[in-house]
């Protein structure tokens, strides 16, 4: 009930008085008669809209949305469309209509009652990211909010508050994630674990031959140096862990170094590769993974399972390969071959039909059929003692490992850093300066220095438990618990407009590094909240500059263009593995958000034009995305910087995987999706939602109708005809690229049962249009030329997503003027990315309330 009640004080609205605003002149009506009343009239309504009634109530606040939607479309340069009997206005008259409505719309804007400021709650990854900070925990191993519901999303954003929502259900549920961080980051009781070693040979790992009825390996090197993956299990999926070590696990948590010697084996192989149906080009890969006990390390679980990192093997060249990980108590690592064959008993059945079939054993029905007809028992092989096994003639490829070690847990100071912030070296809990500690614990979780007078309630809590029984260290955990469910620790709280409309300093730190670290600030933020320094533009531009520069500032490269771009729906609609195998077997889902998020932070880093995300030529692969766009050279399994060659057409956003993707629906493309896609996240100028009545594009799944021929049957439904020509444009130039970003001239039909569906050409692609401005694309070259003549539309656009990204709010029209000053000063300076974010963050938007 208090909680509510807080609750209701803080979600408040707050009001300031404007003056009204003077009504629009006869020149609008005018321009609106003159040239959009013969499309957008009472008869013909092109585009769901009449301007008929507009002309009469021109001032009425309830029609302003209709006006904003005649700016976007001027800006655009898409209305009037442009055709032979359409009248054009000229460029001055059409720059003075722009000016006189933005003026009319601002000043509306001003005299309306503001909205409310909602406040903005920590969304699942910036939870995780400040009890990271706050704790010394390892969120991306342990993962107490799994149970999380889904963050809601407001454009994209899910750190909007007016998107945000906190039921009773989800306040259990941080009590119990923090509980869970809690447990892991407090050492009461406890002495630093000793530093152990562990070292697990070939036979630690598999027992001596491994097969069916019909078929036997051996996966022990008959002199006991090492084993082979890939010998016919499905290595992607069971684990190769040691197998006594796996009923108990590593003895304590911390952090493990792990060693393996292996190598490469049989990549290069005299097998046809329509028998092996296994591509080769890359290296093969071993996968180092942990589980958090026994039961996960089953071959059909993908739960719980985390993966530390993926080496590439030498050729016939034993290697040592070593990463360092944390892992809790009872965990357990294992190994595979990570890109080793998805289904190896069918590909192993057909190499050893086509090449070995002397190591095959008769199945009971085979010796049944061989006496029935006379046929003499191949005794050899039938008799386990002198049967033939495939891996005495198999040379296809193998993951071969000799050992493999375990050493840790290590500590760079004991009690461990979360536990030494909040108590220093006390680990008796009978010992803690309760109220001192909990005041100190909580400034941190709140953002902000936090008196002790404040904190009487937390502090009575904390003791009056322990009089009843309760020992101290469960005492303190409750009360550190209810700390972190409080509002002040979930939410930004961003004080009153109505006393200052300006962030004061601990805000402002805050807004800050939830910007660009989506966690708390750290000390020298909070030190210069604290003393006035950071509400001083210089020392916040420098403050800016080092967050940028700290590795924190991957989660801003992360989750800024996942956000923008929309990325977060790769995943909701998958392809189909039978279709697009690859997609799977090379892991290109991670390796797709993964380019995205380094191309942000290279034109970041080195403050490159915006304009480089349209068409800029460098970008970042691995092996499996290099394979995936067709380029030549010698890749692995890590990301290197290259440039794009003109012949592969793949410069800039467009041109992603990730993108191209998630601009699909797994199945098929749309150029309705994808020019939706364009408008709205690249332009900034959405169109409006269809009407109601529309039927749906029907797919063709058989392909004999291509999307091109599909869309003209649609539009000639009249109600669909003018949005389409709006939309569908943009999109055609993306039609080149496949559900999953791969390159196509023609459209590609699958047929078939099977593991790996047969796919045959399909019609020719046709990637041309017409923009609504009379611009001609023959395909997304000419797409993106278009975009970049577009910069300030461009610019203001990704402004206005980073304002929303780094305020937590949706933009207003009246934010709009600032917006376009940014875009202003950094047009002078050549649109450098940084510079842009810079101006961001100095920004009047940014820094109040």
């Known amino acids: 009930m208090r909680f509510a009640v807080y609750l209701s004080v803080c979600l408040c609205s707050f009001r300031f008085g404007m003056a009204e605003p003077q009504a629009l002149g006869p020149e609008v009506g005018d321009f609106i008669q003159r040239y959009c009343l013969d499309c957008h009239n009472d008869d013909k309504e092109k585009g769901d809209r009449s301007f008929e009634s507009l002309l009469n109530h021109l001032t009425n606040p309830e029609e302003s949305y209709v006006l904003e939607e005649i700016v976007d479309l001027l800006n655009l340069g898409d209305m009037p469309p442009d055709e ?74 899910t750190n909007v508050g007016a998107g945000q929502a906190l039921s009773q259900h989800q306040l259990s549920l941080y009590l119990r994630a923090a509980r869970t961080y809690l447990d892991s980051a407090l050492v009461f009781g406890e002495e630093e674990p000793q530093t152990r070693s562990w070292r697990f040979g070939p036979e630690d790992f598999t027992k001596d031959t491994r097969g069916n009825a019909t078929i036997k390996y051996r996966v022990l090197d008959e002199t006991g140096k090492f084993f082979d993956i890939g010998h016919g299990e499905p290595a992607d999926r069971r684990p190769n862990a040691p197998l006594n070590f796996a009923n108990e696990g590593v003895p304590a948590s911390g952090y493990y170094k792990i060693s393996i010697v292996a190598e490469a084996v049989g990549r290069h192989n005299p097998y046809d590769p329509e028998v092996l149906e296994l591509d080769l080009t890359s290296p093969l890969k071993l996968g180092v993974w942990h589980v958090p006990e026994k039961r996960f390390l089953q071959k059909s679980s993908t739960e719980g399972r985390h993966l530390v990192e993926v080496f590439d093997l030498l050729d016939n060249e034993p290697s040592t390969f070593e990463t360092t990980t944390w892992m809790p108590e009872g965990s357990i690592p294992f190994i595979n071959y990570i890109n080793g064959p998805g289904a190896a008993k069918g590909i192993l059945n057909r190499v050893i039909k086509a090449y070995h079939p002397y190591a095959k054993i008769p199945g009971n029905a085979d ?252 970008t970042f ?145 046709d990637g041309s249009a017409k923009l609504p401005s009379g611009h001609l694309l023959e395909d997304e070259r000419d797409l993106k030329q278009a975009l970049v003549e577009r910069k300030d539309l461009f610019a203001r656009n990704l402004v206005s997503k980073l304002l929303m990204y780094s305020t937590g709010r949706e933009l207003t029209f009246r934010d709009r003027i600032e917006v376009d000053e940014i875009v202003e000063r950094v047009k002078e300076n050549g649109y450098g990315f940084r510079d842009l974010l810079s101006e961001v963050f100095a920004s009047s938007i940014f820094q109040s309330r």
């Open 84 to 157: 032979e009997d359409v009248l054009q206005p000229s460029s001055a008259e059409r720059s003075e209509i722009i000016d006189t409505i933005t003026a009319y719309l601002l000043a509306l804007e001003e005299s309306r009652s503001p909205a409310e400021t909602i406040l903005r709650r920590l969304t699942r990854y910036e939870y995780n990211n400040t009890m990271r900070d706050l704790l010394g925990v390892v969120p991306e191993v342990m993962d107490a909010t799994k149970q999380f519901p889904a963050d809601q999303e407001t454009h994209g954003f």
């Open 367 to 618: 010796i049944d059929r061989m006496k029935e007809q006379g046929i003499p028992l191949p005794e050899k092989q039938i008799n386990p003692e002198t049967r033939v096994y495939i891996s005495q003639f198999y040379v296809g490829p193998r993951v071969r490992v000799y050992e493999v070690k375990l050493e840790g847990p290590f500590f760079e100071k004991w009690p461990p850093a979360g536990h030494r912030s909040i108590f220093g070296d006390i680990t008796d809990a009978r010992k803690v300066d309760i109220p001192a500690a909990l005041t100190g614990f909580a400034s941190k979780a709140f953002r902000r220095p936090t008196p002790r007078t404040e904190m009487e309630h937390h502090i009575s809590y904390v003791q009056d438990r322990i009089e009843a029984g309760t020992s101290h260290e469960e005492a303190i955990k409750a009360g550190m618990a209810a700390i972190l469910v409080s509002p002040r620790f979930l939410f930004l709280d961003e004080g009153d407009l109505e006393s200052n409309p300006k962030l004061d300093g601990f805000e402002l730190a805050t807004r800050l590094s939830y910007a660009l670290w989506a966690s708390m600030p750290d000390d020298e933020l909070f030190d210069l909240a604290a003393s006035g320094q950071l509400l001083n533009q210089k020392t916040l531009l420098a403050q800016v500059e080092r967050l940028l520069n700290d590795p924190r500032a991957s989660e801003f490269s992360r989750r800024f263009p996942e956000a923008w771009l929309r990325l977060d729906k790769i995943g909701t609609m998958p392809p189909s593995g039978s279709q697009y195998p690859s997609y799977y077997a090379d892991r290109l889902e991670p390796a797709m958000k993964k380019e995205t998020s380094l191309l942000f932070s290279y034109i970041l880093d080195n403050n490159l034009p915006v304009t480089e995300f349209i068409d800029g030529s460098s």
């Open 621 to 765: 692969v691995n092996d499996a995305l290099a394979q995936h766009y067709g380029l030549e050279g010698e890749f692995g399994e890590r990301f290197q910087r290259v440039e794009m060659p003109k012949s592969k057409r793949r410069s800039g956003l467009l041109g992603h995987a990730s993108v191209l993707t998630a601009t699909a629906n797994g199945v098929e493309t749309s150029p309705v999706v994808r020019g939706v896609w364009i408008l709205e996240n690249i332009l900034g100028t959405p169109p409006s939602p269809p009407p109601p009545d529309v039927p749906p594009i029907e797919p063709d799944t058989r392909g004999a109708t291509t999307i091109r021929e599909q869309l003209a049957k649609h539009r000639e439904i009249e109600t669909c005809a003018d949005c389409h020509s709006k939309i569908d444009p943009w999109g055609f130039g993306l039609e080149h690229y496949d559900p999953v970003g791969g390159f196509r001239d023609r459209y590609t039909v699958f047929y078939g049962e099977g593991r790996i569906s047969k796919q045959k050409p399909g019609r020719i692609v």
